[in-house]
């Protein structure tokens, strides 16, 4: 039974530029929530969706915006980097409210 | 203040002995509590929840809750080298909000 999966493990843009990272839920997993980890930080929620909705948000500008597909899979997107956009980039899936577990992480690094 | 909290470290413990890990968090409302445990450049892993206060033990990992003092904690038996890692405290408010995370002790186990 596969765990969380994302894509790309890494990837490197420049300031301006705009990316998109992907998250494959845990078998039987219908919620999946975006997190930034900052080196050194503990990560920091970024958005949950669930049944297609983002269901919370945190405090992260508009230029964060994500996506679920009816397969559960997820997107996050980011807009016009900044250099404080370089984290891991974290995906969580859980079975509605229950235990969320993390996939391996994206870490992005912006120039 | 911060929501959650834990000492930074490094907390350098010898082989074979008692690691004590703690944490305090603000939000006298919160439900469900957490410890992941990190490897450098690796997601954070699940090793223990607890919702209740007492303790709750599982192999070498006891975790520990008081509600009225607002602190949880984490117990790490007869510790060895591979339990060297970051160990991130985490605090959920209810089961279907965002879970917020402190910013991680250092844990390492010295021979």
């Known amino acids: 039974d596969a765990g969380v999966t994302q894509s790309p493990t890494h990837l490197i843009k420049t300031r301006g530029q705009q990316v998109t990272l992907r998250c494959s839920p845990k078998s039987g997993h219908d919620t999946v929530s975006w997190y930034q980890q900052a080196l050194g930080q503990g990560p920091q929620f970024i958005f949950q969706?669930?049944?297609?909705?983002?269901?919370q948000r945190g405090n992260f500008p508009d230029r964060f915006s994500g996506h679920q597909f009816p397969n559960y899979s997820s997107e996050l997107n980011v807009n016009a980097l900044l250099l404080g956009d370089s984290a891991l980039y974290l995906c969580?899936?859980?079975?509605?409210?229950?235990?969320?577990?993390f996939g391996p992480g994206t870490r992005l690094l912006v120039l | 203040q911060k929501e959650v909290e834990q000492n930074s470290g490094p907390l350098s413990v010898p082989e074979g002995a008692i690691a004590s890990l703690n944490c305090t968090y603000s939000d006298r409302g919160s439900q469900s509590f957490f410890w992941y445990r990190q490897y450098s450049g690796k997601s954070p892993e699940l090793i223990m929840f607890?919702?209740?206060?007492g303790d709750k033990e599982d192999g070498r990992f006891t975790a520990q809750l008081n509600k009225a003092s607002q602190y949880v904690s984490l117990l790490i038996r007869d510790s060895q080298p591979s339990d060297s890692a970051t160990y991130l405290c985490?605090?959920?408010?209810?089961?279907?909000?965002?879970?917020?995370f402190g910013s991680g002790t250092r844990l390492s186990i010295r021979p």
């Open positions: 607890i919702y209740s206060n």
């Open positions: 969706y669930y049944e297609e909705e983002e269901r």
């Open positions: 969580a899936s859980s079975f509605q409210e229950e235990t969320q577990y």
């Open positions: 985490a605090v959920q408010y209810s089961s279907a909000s965002k879970i917020i």
